[in-house]
């Protein structure tokens, strides 16, 4: 629990420049998994820092983004593609081929082999050394809303109705937010080495306590974080205000 997101934001960038260095000593790559949305900001804001003041190299990183919006082309506004285009990915020095967003123009049918081949891209890296994530209010992790269960992969998911009012703001609308996403699953989550979860402000308090404290169960799949070995939740005094 931190005193404030700046600071928790600090203490993962600190684990991410780690692996960075450590592996770019090595001359091997390292493998980012990336959330979007308003929490992890701050987080890039300051590997963007870091990279312009302190030298932080970003040209042997690999990156998988959670999830993507079913429908949206990369270039609309509010696709993960160019949120992370906006928020990271076009002020540091990654090589753009070596950055991964699933595909939300796939037809229908192509989805299922879409899905498979961005897990397979994922293990032919090696897999995911850190995993970032964010928390939505009904307990989603990437967009595995109530009723993923652990074994879950990549795949095409439907929203849920708290999602998508939640996103409404955005997208001018709620009747303008996509009806589904493509998502990695529960499982694919697990399967990243060290997973860090951020959250913050009293909105996501409920959900955090019911993640940390509760039984893990398919209603709220961040709950299944319990079952990784190498995972911290990341909260300020706001989200912790509910954990007994
Ligand atoms: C985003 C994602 C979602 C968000 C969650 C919280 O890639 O996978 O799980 O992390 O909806 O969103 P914010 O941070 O906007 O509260």
Partial sequence: IYEDADRACGFVADAIERLLRER???GKSAVLGLATGSTPVRLYRELIRRHREEGLSFANVVTFNLDEYYGLEGTHPESYRRFMQDQLFDHVDLDPEK?????????????????????????????IDIQILGIGR?????FNEPGSGPESRTRLVTLDTLTRRDAARDFLGEENVPRHAITMGVGTIL?????????????????ISESVEGQPSASI?????????????CVDGGAASQLT
């Fill in 24 to 26: 770019q000593s090595q």
């Fill in 191 to 207: 399967d990243a080495r060290v997973v860090y979860l951020l959250a913050w402000g009293d909105s996501k308090a409920g959900v």
């Fill in 138 to 142: 009904t307990g989603h992790i990437g």
């Fill in 221 to 233: 799949p961040a709950s299944f974080l319990q079952l990784h070995k190498d995972c911290v939740f």
């Fill in 99 to 127: 950055t991964h967003v699933p595909d939300g123009t796939v037809e229908r049918e192509d989805v299922f082999a879409s899905c498979r081949r961005y897990e397979e891209k994922i293990e032919e890296v090696g897999g």
